[in-house]
């Protein structure tokens, strides 16, 4: 049951604030128009408009470790070990003492990625 208040603007049955047509929620079974935060609320422990746990991503923990593992590698190494085997293929490949050193790199990171999960 739309309760127009003034021109435009319907009262909320929960909150009882007048919003705009267009930020309510109007359920015409039981009458009781709320408007979108009252009614997301109602479902939901946060308010409408935000997003669930928005502080948490999903990564990739391989890739991740990866990525880092390999920066560190070359950041630390660069100037003292010959990193690639050979620089004119079209996939580099870790000579034995850098694939070592990523190695070692990558399982720390991994190990301290896994253990920030929930």
Do not use: R
């Amino acid at each position: 049951m739309k309760k127009e208040i003034e021109e435009n603007k319907y009262i909320c049955n929960s909150c009882h604030e007048h919003y705009p047509a267009n930020e309510m929620d109007f359920d015409a079974e039981d009458g009781s128009d709320l408007c979108k935060n009252c009614n997301h609320i109602s479902h939901n422990d946060f308010p409408y408009g935000e997003i669930e746990n928005a502080h948490e991503i999903t990564i990739n923990a391989v890739e991740l470790a990866s990525e880092l593992a390999h920066t560190k590698l070359i950041e630390n190494w660069e100037d003292s070990i010959t990193i690639y085997k050979d620089v004119k293929s079209d996939v580099l490949t870790y000579t034995e003492d850098a694939q070592d050193l990523f190695n070692e790199y990558y399982d720390n990171y991994y190990t301290l990625i896994q253990s920030t999960k929930i």
